[in-house]
T-cell receptor, first 115, second 111 residues
Framework: DTEVTQTPKHLVMGMTNKKSLKCEQH?????MYWYKQKAKKPPELMFV???????INESVPSRFSPECPNSSLLNLHLHALQPEDSALYLC??????????????FGPGTRLTVL | DAKTTQPTSMDCAEGRAANLPCNHS???????VYWYRQIHSQGPQYIIH???NNETNEMASLIITEDRKSSTLILPHATLRDTAVYYC????????????FGAGTRLTVKP
């Protein structure tokens, strides 16, 4: 299995809702990432997990809460989002090698719309 | 990580080679050059990476100048399916900083 899967593909939520995005990989990668991509912009890093521990939080608002329950799974919990949070949310994973962190493999993304 | 500069857009005729340049004049000795592409509404796709030697795989070739201040990604026989935004990224592999995407080059392959 050489792919990163993300569910759901599309999500529409109200500002008072709580929802979660899910990302899964079975490549044995020990680093996992969340990115946010607004329309016509490049992806922006949000969080990095290394060996299931949060190692980087790019000053993301607390209404986004990541979780890495095991080495194959990464979640992003969403609560009290704003319409400007509407974006494509991308998950990626990479090997942790002797030389460092290898190339990242991206999932297809979850397109989130906040009403 | 070093900053990269890429042309905003390029066109290429189908079947011809597409040569995408990237300038990274402030690159340091332990920084790798990575290339990704993103086809509309899909996740970015890894293409190739290198440190100082030229690299080739089934998708593309990467040519890095001797001073490492610039590089060129070559798609040898572009097809319509190669139409995408191509990102050149310079990064240190020992840091778990993720990929820092710039604006990229929008390549349009025309029939």
């Amino acid at each position: 299995d050489t792919e990163v899967t993300q569910t759901p593909k599309h999500l529409v939520m109200g500002m008072t809702n709580k929802k979660s995005l899910k990302c899964e990989q079975h490549m044995g990668h020990r680093a996992m990432y969340w990115y946010k991509q607004k329309a016509k912009k490049p992806p922006e890093l949000m969080f990095v997990y290394s060996y299931e521990k949060l190692s980087i939080n790019e000053s993301v608002p607390s209404r986004f809460s990541p979780e890495c329950p095991n080495s194959s799974l990464l979640n992003l919990h969403l609560h009290a989002l704003q319409p400007e949070d509407s974006a494509l949310y991308l998950c990626a994973s990479s090997q942790v090698l002797v030389r460092g962190f290898g190339e990242q493999f991206f999932g297809p993304g979850t397109r989130l719309t906040v009403l | 990580d070093a900053k990269t500069t890429q042309p905003t857009s390029m066109d290429c005729a189908e079947g011809r080679a597409a040569n995408l340049p990237c300038n990274h004049s402030t690159i340091s000795g332990n920084e790798y050059v990575y290339w990704y592409r993103q086809i509309h509404s899909q996740g970015p796709q890894y293409i190739i990476h290198g440190l100082k030697n030229n690299e080739t795989n089934e998708m593309a070739s990467l040519i890095i100048t001797e001073d490492r201040k610039s590089s060129t990604l070559i798609l040898p026989h572009a097809t319509l399916r190669d139409t995408a935004v191509y990102y050149c990224i310079v990064r240190v592999e020992t840091r778990e900083w993720g990929m820092r995407f710039g604006a990229g080059t929008r390549l349009t392959v025309k029939p």
